[in-house]
C-alpha cells in the first residue's frame, strides 16, 4: 500500500508538466477562403495548398511558436467553414466576427487583419463622397464574395441599393459602362483587378473606407489543439503584428504576386 501510495503522489506531482507538453500541438491545419486575393487563394502549381499574405504571416507566426502549420484548400468558403467546425481542419484564417458561431469556435483577438473596403468610381464621376450616407440613392454594385461587417451589411441592406454579382470582373465592367455608380472592393483586390483588367486609369478608390472589417483566426471547439496555451499564444502574436507592419508588408508582396500570376499566359508554370 504504502509504494502504490507514493507512486500516485509522484503521479499528482507530474500532471502538471505533462499537460501543458500535451497542450502545445505540434501541427495545425488551417483553412480559409479560397478565393480572396491577395489574402488567400489556391495555388496554382497546387491547388491543395492556399498561399497569400494570411498565408505568409501564419507561416512567420508559427515558426516563432515552433509549431507546424498547413494552409490547405477546404473548399469554397461555406465548406471550408464546415470542415472547421467539425474540427476536421483547425482553424479558419479570415473569419467575420460572428456572435452566431461563438457555439463553435473561438475567435482570437485582435483581427489579423482589418480589411478596407473602398468606394470605387469612374475618375470623371461627380459622386461626392465623404460617408456612407452620401451613396444613398446612388446605384451600386459589391462582389458576393466581400465579406462586409455586420452594421455594414444591415445599414447597406437598409439604405443602398447594391447588386450582388459573382466576383469583382462583371462589378468593374458595369462601372466602367457607366451602369452602375460605384463599387465597393477591397483597397488591395480591387487595385490589383483594375489594373488587371487595364482600368487603373478610368476608376478611382475614394481614399476613406466605407467599412472596416476584421478578419480573425477562428479556432474550432472539436479541435484537438484548442488549448488556453495555444489561444494564448496566438492572440499574443496578433497583438504584436497589428503594431510590426508584418502585415501590411505581406499584402504589398503578395498583391505583386497575385498581379504576376493574373497576367502570365494560360499553361505557364507560376512561379
Not at 484548400?73 to 465548406?79: E, F, I, V
Not at 490589383?192 to 478610368?202: H, R, V
Not at 495555444?230 to 492572440?235: D, E, F, I, S, V
Request: glycine share 8%; proline share 6%.
Amino acid at each position: 500500500m504504502e509504494l502504490r501510495r507514493w507512486t500516485v503522489l509522484l503521479g499528482l506531482t507530474l500532471l502538471p508538466g505533462l499537460t501543458l507538453a500535451a497542450g502545445k500541438c505540434e501541427r495545425l491545419v488551417i483553412t480559409g477562403s479560397p478565393d480572396a486575393p491577395p489574402l488567400l487563394w489556391r495555388a496554382p502549381q497546387d491547388p491543395t495548398r492556399l498561399i497569400g499574405a494570411t498565408a505568409d504571416v501564419l507561416q512567420q507566426v508559427a515558426k516563432d511558436l515552433g509549431l507546424k502549420v498547413d494552409l490547405l484548400y477546404g473548399g469554397k468558403r461555406s465548406l471550408a467553414l464546415d470542415e472547421v467546425r467539425s474540427g476536421r481542419m483547425d482553424i479558419l484564417a479570415d473569419a467575420p466576427l460572428n456572435l452566431g458561431e461563438l457555439d463553435t469556435l473561438d475567435y482570437i483577438h485582435p483581427a489579423l487583419v482589418q480589411t478596407d473596403y473602398l468606394v470605387w468610381t469612374r475618375k470623371d464621376s461627380a459622386l461626392a463622397y465623404t460617408t456612407a450616407a452620401d451613396l444613398h440613392g446612388h446605384k451600386g454594385a459589391v462582389s458576393e464574395r466581400a465579406r462586409l461587417s455586420a452594421g455594414f451589411e444591415t445599414f447597406a441592406g437598409q439604405q443602398l441599393t447594391l447588386q450582388r454579382l459573382p466576383s469583382l470582373t462583371p462589378a468593374f465592367q458595369k462601372l466602367l459602362l457607366g451602369e452602375v455608380d460605384y463599387v465597393l472592393a477591397g483597397r488591395y483586390s480591387g487595385m490589383a483587378m483594375a489594373q488587371t483588367l487595364g482600368m487603373s486609369n478610368d476608376l478611382i478608390a475614394r481614399e476613406v473606407p466605407v467599412d472596416q472589417p476584421g478578419l480573425y483566426l477562428a479556432i474550432s471547439h472539436n479541435s484537438a489543439c484548442n488549448d488556453p496555451w495555444l489561444r494564448g499564444q496566438l492572440a499574443k502574436k496578433m497583438t504584436e503584428l497589428s503594431a510590426s507592419g508584418v502585415a501590411q508588408a505581406a499584402l504589398q508582396s503578395n498583391l505583386e504576386r497575385w498581379k504576376a500570376q493574373l497576367q502570365q499566359p494560360v499553361g505557364t508554370p507560376a512561379k
